[in-house]
């Protein structure tokens, strides 16, 4: 009797978990005959299987190379849908309605807006950021984040205060440049632009560069960017986005353990930039000690923990990007000699000759290197940060005369029925609250489609940055309130003409997004590749690594997209 209990109390939630497939197959499939989007081209399948997206992140591969490839099928060049068990992504690739969708239709400050974040993506922001902060808010929430944010980085404020700092570690990293050209061997420039960029941005948030910062909670400068790397790779695991079980303090686990070191140097930092109040980037304090007050008291736990994550989140965001990107750029003006010398005899008209003296460098200066820009935007075509923008529609909305539906909330689970389930949202697990599981559409601003389609970049596989040139005149800086700080309850305006965001360009620029929801950093990082470009450029040939002279520089997407294994570059003084 025993034997035959044991199995009967083995099997009995057999006939459950049947029910529950047969439930959820029968929703499926009642929603697709259904479903308004069913006469669009569809995918023969998932574009983002998690399965795949976990095979491609093993061998190397890049799983949203897919988002490029699409475009070329004419059927698929403005709209098309792929399916999942749990949603239907529509998949947008026209540039046009993709500005409609982010700078008209996302919710920021107004009543009317149609759509907002995507809560898939938001959820897996917030595992590895541990909770709530600027880049995966909404509502009430992300308008005062954004607003304390927004005047800290206007060119205004940010150019005077950050370019003699810069352009001395540009400096810095052009003496191991000097040193590889004497020695004759190969260095891995997205490794040293890596290490120069959180150079960078720690100053301006901190107050305080690598070198007077304490790194010992992460083992070692050198050793931050991997643990950032290692935080994102768990989001690859199929664990994360399974329902209920995503959800779980045992899935989550591993982000709290992998992230403990990078916030223990956060907290570290802070510290320091507050123990000092006479620290200044330029003749401005540095972030920090701006946003500090607005978060008062720091004594509350919720308080500092918010203020941590929005500088975890900086930090995190404004090195990497930047970095990749410049190291992009070198790889490929490497292989193009001819497009390298272009950029190094403007170079050297704007900058002079020899060793830069930081001081002397000013914002109009990089206002004049028109090619260095065209090359940037390029770079940024091929090799966007972000493959796309993921928003979801928060009531049913027409997009290119097709009804997108929003999201349904078929159940809701309580978390005192799943105790083990966390949610930053509650953080009293004890209070009754009811989850939604999300059974909707998420739309899907395909940026890297966008930038490969052949009726607005003819051949656009091919590395040619007279393509910008036309677009050249165009601000490298931008005023972020123009889209992004107008008051609680007003609209938000357009981009302002001379921004490359503007729709009187002939060619869209995707890069940082769109709207009031676009990069915060923009100004820094456009600042940061004219200046590490150039002054490189001016003193320095580069040449590709022996045997990869015909070899593309290959990518794969992390959190963003980065050069697989590196870019590895020989030197030679000019």
Not at 52 to 72: E, F, I, N, S
Not at 161 to 183: D, T
Not at 287 to 316: E, G, I, K, Q
């Amino acid at each position: 009797m025993s034997l035959v209990a044991s199995l009967s109390d083995l099997f009995y939630p057999a006939p459950l978990i049947l029910l529950l497939t047969l439930l959820l197959l029968t929703h499926h499939y009642l929603r697709r005959a259904r479903d308004p989007l069913r006469t669009l081209p569809t995918l023969p399948r998932s574009l983002l299987h998690p399965l795949d997206v976990l095979h491609c992140h093993r061998t190397g591969a890049d799983p949203y190379a897919k988002l490029a490839t699409l475009v070329q099928d004419p059927r698929h060049r403005q709209l098309c849908v792929s399916r999942g068990w749990d949603a239907t992504a529509v998949i947008v690739s026209d540039p046009s309605l993709i500005r409609d969708l982010l700078v008209r239709r996302l919710a920021n400050y107004g009543a009317g807006h149609t759509v907002q974040r995507s809560s898939a993506i938001r959820e897996t922001n917030e595992m590895f950021s541990g909770g709530p902060h600027v880049g995966n808010t909404r509502d009430d929430d992300w308008r005062w984040r954004r607003a304390n944010l927004v005047p800290l980085f206007q060119p205004r404020r940010l150019v005077p205060a950050l370019l003699p700092f810069l352009c001395g570690r540009v400096n810095r990293m052009c003496e191991q440049l000097e040193r590889c050209a004497k020695e004759g061997g190969t260095l891995n420039v997205d490794a040293e632009m890596m290490i120069m960029t959180l150079d960078v941005i720690n100053k301006y948030v901190f107050g305080l560069g690598n070198d007077e910062l304490d790194f010992q909670d992460v083992g070692g400068v050198h050793k931050l960017g991997p643990q950032f790397g290692l935080v994102i790779r768990h989001t690859f695991s199929p664990w994360p986005r399974l329902p209920l079980i995503g959800r779980t303090h045992w899935v989550r686990q591993v982000f709290t353990t992998s992230r403990a070191p990078i916030d223990a140097f956060i907290s570290r930092s802070l510290a320091h930039t507050l123990s000092d109040p006479t620290l200044l980037v330029g003749t401005v304090p540095p972030v920090a000690a701006c946003l500090a007050p607005l978060y008062a008291p720091l004594s509350d736990p919720t308080n500092y923990a918010n203020l941590r994550r929005d500088l975890y989140t900086l930090v995190f965001a404004g090195h990497d990007t930047t970095s990749h990107t410049a190291a992009f750029a070198f790889g490929l003006l490497a292989r193009r000699r001819d497009l390298q010398e272009r950029c190094a005899k403007e170079a050297r008209e704007v900058l002079g000759e020899g060793v830069i003296n930081p001081e002397e460098i000013k914002m109009e200066m990089l206002a004049r290197l028109s090619y260095i820009s065209a090359v940037i935007r390029e770079v940024q075509r091929l090799y966007p940060a972000a493959a796309f923008v993921s928003v979801e529609p928060k009531v049913d909305i027409e997009i290119g005369g097709y009804v997108v539906p929003a999201g349904r909330f078929p159940f809701y689970y309580s978390n005192l029925v799943y105790p083990e389930i966390t949610f930053s949202s509650s953080p009293d697990n004890n209070t009754p609250t009811l989850h939604p599981l999300r059974i909707g559409t998420e739309i899907m601003c395909n940026i890297r489609g966008a930038y490969a389609l052949s009726t607005l970049f003819p051949d656009p596989s091919k590395f040619d940055p007279s393509r910008w040139l036309s677009n050249s005149s165009a601000s490298i800086f931008e005023d972020l309130a123009s889209a992004a700080a107008a008051p609680t309850g007003e609209s938000v305006a357009e981009p302002a003409k001379d921004t490359p965001s503007s729709a009187s360009n002939p060619l869209p620029e995707l890069a940082f997004g769109l709207g009031a929801h676009a990069c915060l950093g923009r100004n820094l990082a456009m600042l940061e590749l004219r200046a590490v470009l150039a002054i490189v450029l001016a003193r320095f040939e580069l040449l590709p690594r022996e045997g990869e002279e015909n070899e593309d520089v290959k990518s794969m997407t992390v959190f963003t997209l980065a050069p697989v294994g590196g870019v590895w570059l020989r030197v030679r003084e000019r």
